[in-house]
């Protein structure tokens, strides 16, 4: 047997407002979330998608300013490693020598 209204939680007295009203509006649907609570969600358009950041997002941005032929001189092995794969990320074709104890890394197209 259910609880009588007057021990309904905060919680529950929401959850039950929340259905009363999308009970009454069959084109709103609603999400359950983790926490028990409702939800509507609201679709959104036109919201341009950030730049992911970090480590990933500094090499794709480098890559973003470099132009055929243009050439990049990295400390390490692993640096050589991300530039790479940024540029090949971004449909590039890309090619490395080593200068030294560093290394140079070519946009190729």
């Known amino acids: 047997m259910p609880k009588p209204m007057w021990e309904w939680t905060q919680?529950?007295?929401r959850e039950a407002l929340f259905r009363e009203y999308?009970?009454?509006n069959p084109d709103m649907t609603i999400l359950q979330t983790h926490g028990g609570s409702t939800?509507?969600?609201?679709?959104e358009k036109n919201i341009p998608i950030p730049r992911r950041q970090g480590k990933k997002a500094t090499w794709a941005a480098l890559?973003?300013?470099?132009?055929?032929g243009d050439s990049v001189l990295v400390n390490?092995?692993?640096?050589?490693?991300?530039l790479t794969n940024a540029i090949k990320a971004?449909?590039?074709?890309?090619?490395?020598?080593?200068e030294d104890d560093k290394f140079?890394?070519?946009r190729l197209s």
Request: hydrophobic share 30%.
């Open 90 to 98: 971004q449909g590039y074709e890309v090619t490395t020598r080593k």
């Open 63 to 68: 890559v973003d300013n470099m132009d055929v």
């Open 76 to 82: 390490n092995g692993s640096e050589r490693a991300s």
């Open 39 to 43: 939800m509507k969600p609201i679709i």
């Open 104 to 106: 140079r890394v070519w």
């Open 22 to 24: 999308y009970d009454s």
């Open 11 to 13: 919680n529950e007295r």
